[in-house]
């Protein structure tokens, strides 16, 4: 993860050394030669996921342009507001890794799980989140990723019995998801103090552009309002269809998705139809990116 990009820009390489320097431990050698178990541990992949969209974002900042907003689907919206320099990356790094602490932690605290839910439009999964929770169960929606793909979390009880109703509601699917904990659920709190007591001690600047804050899917323009945003996402959905839409409304006409892989850009053929996207993430694709 990382390392052809390391390997092929000096400037990548020089944000994976600061990784290891911030965090005092070998991130770059965990996120280049693995394990794979230890690195999807949430501590881990949460600033390996940061570091690489960074990189890519170091590599690529002179080729983009002139940008006028940005986005970050859960942990992506840290890189967002790095980007906009909201934040800096020192402490983006040290608020994420102990994000994905937190996170894991809450999750032993009171276990949950989370499933996708695929061709069941959003208001029948929240109908079907509601049965649930009448019953006495935690099951809420956690990502609106697109229309028709919903990511539902809760207790592991609550989430088993949503995927039966999401089926017989006439869902295609509804998928289990291999994870640590309830994201964005309230079973997340065990999570809140702590990542609201390391924020406290972070410097926040006003956006240089705006930033869409996936608790409100509204544009973000003053420092003041990123903290608790940020906090309150731990146990908020996130509204990520909503958000591109809002994107698309204040005049969003290319997207580019940077990191790993291309999960954002395959949910914009349905949440900003017609719009390119392209997605940034290897030494290839920024290759095809000068060109």
């Not at 400037?11 to 999807?40: I, K, M, N, Q, Y």
């Not at 996921?49 to 006028?68: D, E, F, Q, Y």
């Not at 079907?128 to 990723?145: D, L």
């Not at 994870?179 to 809140?192: D, I, K, Q, W």
Request: overall charge negative; proline content about 5%.
């Amino acid at each position: 993860m990382g390392r052809e990009l390391a390997n092929a820009f000096p400037e990548a390489a020089r944000v994976f050394e600061e990784a290891d320097e911030v965090l005092g431990v070998h991130l770059s050698r965990l996120a280049w030669e693995g394990p794979e178990a230890e690195l999807t541990l949430t501590k881990n992949a949460q600033p390996a996921l940061l570091v690489h969209s960074v990189a890519v974002l170091r590599v690529a900042g002179a080729w983009l342009g002139s940008v006028s907003m940005a986005a970050g689907h859960s942990l992506g919206e840290f890189t967002a507001h790095v980007a906009a320099g909201t934040l800096s990356f020192q402490d983006a790094l040290g608020a994420v890794r102990l994000r994905g602490e937190l996170m894991f932690a809450a999750g032993e605290q009171r276990p949950g799980t989370m499933a996708a839910i695929l061709g069941l439009e959003d208001e029948a999964v929240e109908a079907v989140c509601r049965a649930v929770g009448e019953g006495g169960k935690v099951c809420v929606p956690a990502n609106y990723n697109s229309s028709g793909q919903v990511v539902i979390s809760g207790e592991v009880a609550g989430v088993e019995e949503a995927m039966v109703l999401a089926k017989e509601a006439g869902a295609r699917k509804a998928i289990p998801l291999t994870v640590s904990g309830a994201f964005h659920s309230p079973l997340m709190a065990y999570a809140v103090e702590g990542l609201r007591e390391k924020l406290s001690e972070v410097n926040f600047s006003d956006p240089t552009y705006p930033v869409i804050s996936n608790v409100t899917a509204e544009p973000v323009v003053m420092g003041s309002q990123v903290r608790d945003l940020l906090v309150e996402q731990l146990t908020s959905p996130v509204r990520w269809s909503a958000s591109v839409e809002r994107m698309v409304g204040l005049g969003a006409e290319r997207f580019v998705e940077l990191g790993p892989g291309s999960v954002l850009c395959g949910l914009n053929r349905r949440n900003a139809r017609g719009l390119p996207c392209v997605s940034l993430g290897s030494p290839t694709d920024l290759d095809t990116l000068e060109s």
